[in-house]
């Protein structure tokens, strides 16, 4: 057996490299806003009452004075991690690490301290190479216990141009807004709206709390979903959004013996995910039992009518044995057509009068009528066009029943449209076809005199609804499917004049780019060549024709164009690339002007032997056409012959 003597262990213990570690410290404190945080913090706990603080941005020079106790020991203010506070319940409950102050030298050229009669002055470099620093007795006069000063600024700190300037002293109010004792500001009195004694709220496990709508009367109660806290640890804010704190929702004042801020710039939480979400746990359950109280103490009604939303987002149990919901869950069928920017499909309607809210009676006596979880974009299935349209047609809101519990009465009273079947019974169905393509979905459109649909439902086989249609259009899936590439194949009916406030191509296509914009001209060609396609399909008049064509671009006209009138006629027009024989039916105008009346004029007499003076056709064309006649307005009506 070999045995084998370990050598003797080397031994090593940390050190640290003085000048070197001092000098760093610049990076972390050269610019940090932080510092002034540090000093008014530690004047309130010198158990100061008045805090006043001094920018002079031409002398580049910052004071902060305060009535606390004063400083006895100096020493304390140039030893790093070493408070120098003694009170055990500044110990207990700020935790100060004694690393604050040394801020103040990184920030600034040169810094003066006075208190008690005495003063220390001291630099960048003092500090650096760990100089020996003179404390010497000085005047002390006036209100204030400590005067710190700072010299030579850095810029980072205190910026040289107006805007910057105007933006510290910006930062300097929302710093002390939650600040438990006064501050001064080169003089004025700093607002401090959010501080413990001004606001409402009340202690909790995590701090104090002031809550919109539960401390604050005339606030909602914070949407669940999207609120904003603004917390402040110690009197100084923590945890700030990058996007500000107007508007908060909640306001708390975290207990300083629960929770740390991280060093060196106390800007957020140790252990920050874990310890805001014990907060918003408390914040909840808080405005949980608020809620519970209110509904025990409210009318059914005006409890639903004010705190509806806030009871779906923490406790929607508590409206279930409502019989109320509010008419703000409810939405018409505007369009039946594809989701787009500029237009929505669905929209709450104007509540007018006392009444806000429907009863569970209405619904099951048939006043109101409302599906869940219906399409609400023509592109959402193969029936959604023929589902909005018997919303639209019927008066059938759509509910939204999302935010609701599962238990909640609504989900029994309505039915479920996703377990909808639909049959299309159409009466007198047009032989003549016109298909319409836009982008992948297309349609191949017939007259009809009516069109019925039956709604049935999978899942309840005692409801069932006819809807039928008689002055509307319909956009009905061909195979009851979209295509392998989801692309729609309809048969559209157009059922009597087909009015409705909707139109069919924005059931077929969004019209937008490459870069999803809205191009309304798409639009507008698309609707122009559907109406004149429509159009030659109902056999309507040429002068219908003629309106789209002209209107639809929007001719130029001018003052003197008012007595000018143009006749339109159809000619057969020889196909160009044929052997003469094929033609097709062409537009052509005529100026309806002297020398065409007076053709006619020639004409009559002529072929018919008649004695027809030129200028009497002429006036008596002129009144009948009336050019230049004012339409609408004050004049309505009012024609004065040009001639």
Not at 17 to 45: P, V
Not at 166 to 194: D, H, Q, T
Not at 564 to 580: E, K, M, W
Request: charged content about 25%; hydrophobic content about 35%; glycine content about 6%.
């Amino acid at each position: 057996m070999t045995t084998i003597t370990p050598e003797k262990t080397n031994e090593v213990r940390a050190a640290v490299n003085e000048r070197l570690f001092f000098k760093n410290l610049k990076h972390i404190f050269h610019n940090s806003f932080s510092t002034m945080g540090e000093l008014i913090q530690n004047a309130r706990r010198a158990d100061a009452t008045q805090i006043d603080i001094t920018v002079d941005h031409s002398a580049r020079k910052i004071m902060i004075a305060d009535n606390g106790v004063g400083i006895d020991d100096f020493n304390k203010l140039v030893d790093l991690a070493s408070s120098g506070w003694t009170n055990e319940d500044i110990i207990a409950n700020d935790k100060p690490f004694g690393m604050g102050f040394f801020a103040v030298f990184y920030a600034c050229e040169k810094v003066v301290v006075r208190s008690k009669g005495q003063m220390l002055e001291a630099t960048q470099d003092d500090i650096i190479e760990r100089r020996t620093l003179a404390v010497v007795p000085c005047d002390m006069n006036g209100e204030h216990a400590t005067i710190i000063e700072m010299h030579g600024v850095h810029v980072e700190l205190l910026p040289l141009d107006d805007e910057q300037r105007n933006m510290f002293v910006r930062k300097l109010l929302s710093l002390v807004e939650g600040f438990p004792i006064s501050v001064r500001i080169n003089g004025n009195e700093a607002p401090r709206p959010l501080a413990v004694e001004n606001l409402p709220g009340e202690m909790s496990s995590v701090g104090y709390l002031s809550i919109n709508g539960v401390h604050i009367a005339d606030q909602s109660i914070p949407d669940k979903r999207h609120y904003s806290t603004k917390f402040f640890l110690q009197g100084l804010p923590i945890e700030e959004s990058a996007y500000g704190y107007q508007n908060k929702h909640c306001i708390v004042h975290l207990d300083s013996k629960k929770f740390i801020a991280k060093m060196p710039d106390r800007k957020s939480l140790y252990d920050s995910e874990d310890q805001l979400s014990e907060v918003k746990s408390v914040i909840a359950r808080r405005i949980k039992e608020f809620l519970s109280d209110e509904k025990a103490r409210m009318e059914p009604q005006e409890f639903v009518g004010k705190y509806f939303g806030a009871t779906c987002d923490y406790r929607p149990d508590l409206l279930n044995d409502i019989d109320f919901v509010p008419k703000t869950l409810f939405e018409n069928c505007d369009a039946a057509v594809q989701n787009m920017d500029y237009e929505r499909t669905f929209s709450i309607p104007y509540i007018s009068g006392q009444r806000e809210n429907y009863s569970k009676d209405d619904f099951l006596r048939g006043r109101i009528k409302a599906w869940k979880y219906a399409d609400t974009c023509a592109s959402d299935s193969v029936w959604a066009v023929v589902s909005m349209k018997v919303m639209q047609k019927m008066g059938i809101f759509l509910a939204d029943v999302s935010r609701l519990d599962s238990g909640h009465w609504l989900h029994q009273v309505i039915p479920d449209a996703r377990d909808f079947h639909f049959e299309v019974d159409v009466t007198s169905p047009g032989e003549r076809v016109v298909n319409y393509c836009w982008q992948n979905n297309s349609a191949d459109f017939r007259l009809a005199k009516a069109v019925t649909i039956t709604v049935t439902s999978e899942s309840d086989p005692a409801f069932s609804l006819n809807c039928e249609f008689e002055n509307n259009w319909l956009l009905v899936p061909k195979d009851g499917e979209a295509d392998p590439y989801g692309d729609f194949d309809y048969d559209g009916w157009l059922v009597g004049n087909s009015e409705s406030f909707d139109h069919p191509v924005n059931a077929l296509a969004t019209f937008k780019d490459e870069n999803e914009n809205f191009r309304e001209e798409w639009e507008s060609e698309a609707i122009r060549h559907f109406d004149l396609l429509i159009g030659g399909l109902r056999n309507e008049h040429l002068s219908k024709q003629c309106d789209r064509i002209l209107f639809g671009n929007e001719p130029m006209i001018r003052d003197e164009n008012l007595a000018q009138c143009v006749i339109y006629r159809v000619v057969n027009r020889s196909l160009p690339y044929t052997d003469g024989t094929k033609y097709h039916p062409k537009l052509q105008s005529m100026a309806l002007d002297d020398d065409f009346l007076s053709k006619v004029t020639e004409a009559l007499n002529e072929r018919h032997g008649l004695n027809v003076d030129a200028c009497k056709l002429i006036e008596a064309f002129t009144r009948v056409l009336k050019p230049s006649e004012f339409i609408g307005g004050e004049h309505d009506g009012t024609y004065q012959p040009l001639r």
